[in-house]
């Protein structure tokens, strides 16, 4: 355990450090030349792989095959841990987005980087300033042909899935687009919630039948709401 321990904090911390700073530059430095925020999609992809390769985490994907790499989903996916995101960022082959709290975004350079990116302000709190982050991103969707990735818990879950907030299903039948549960397994172990050290391990991505929306109006959203909970609970089993 000590060696384990001895190995992150002299290895594994600082080389992660090191590659979030340099891949994070290079991706700022490169922004201005690209307003479609792809190319910082690309730079983000290969910081996690490198990340998830230096600290000794094997991620297995399984129904990846479910996914048009050119076309666009929400993701609906379970949250464990910090390391969810490298995880799905870095081996789904899709054009992904986030939603990111309000406040990061008047964070200099950071909140630069997340605007030229094309990431998405939500304002926890705020309904009305929430429904129209949305509406804002289902019109995204459908224009740019992007995929977006939420996490409808709200946050990460200490043990058991928390209730879904509707958001998810809402913005899937905004836009119009199927809706896919993703199945998270091994994030909390590589990554804690109460640790900032890296654990070697392996995760696993599974990925479910994704569920069409065409026809579905805002009323639906519960039912979709409840569908999706139900069948990421089972990709976790």
């Given at each position: ?191 804690p919630m109460d640790s900032v050290t890296i654990r070697p391990g392996v995760v696993r991505v599974r990925i479910g039948d994704p ?27």
């Amino acid at each position: 355990m000590m060696l384990a321990s001895l190995r992150a904090l002299l290895l594994i911390d600082p080389a992660v450090i090191l590659l979030t700073i340099v891949m994070g530059t290079l991706s700022l430095a490169t922004s201005p030349f690209d307003s479609t925020g792809r190319l910082q999609h690309r730079l983000a992809r290969v910081w996690a792989r490198m990340l998830l390769a230096v600290s000794g985490v094997r991620v297995i994907v399984e129904g990846v095959e479910k996914l048009d790499p050119k076309g666009c989903y929400v993701l609906v996916a379970n949250h464990m841990s910090y390391m969810d995101i490298p995880a799905l960022l870095g081996y789904l082959p899709l054009e992904i987005r986030f939603f990111a709290k309000e406040n990061l975004f008047s964070i200099p350079f950071l909140g630069t980087h997340l605007r030229r990116a094309g990431h998405l302000p939500v304002a926890r709190g705020d309904a009305r300033a929430s429904l129209k982050t949305l509406q804002e991103a289902g019109r995204q969707i459908r224009s740019r042909g992007i995929t977006t990735l939420l996490f409808p818990e709200g946050g990460r879950s200490l043990k058991d899935l928390r209730e879904f907030k509707e958001g998810a299903a809402h913005l899937a039948i905004k836009a119009g687009v199927p809706a896919v549960p993703v199945g998270l397994t091994g994030t909390r172990a590589v990554l804690p919630m109460d640790s900032v050290t890296i654990r070697p391990g392996v995760v696993r991505v599974r990925i479910g039948d994704p569920i069409p929306t065409a026809g579905m109006k805002s009323q639906d959203r519960a039912g979709l709401n409840r569908l999706l909970r139900e069948q990421v609970i089972e990709l976790m089993r």
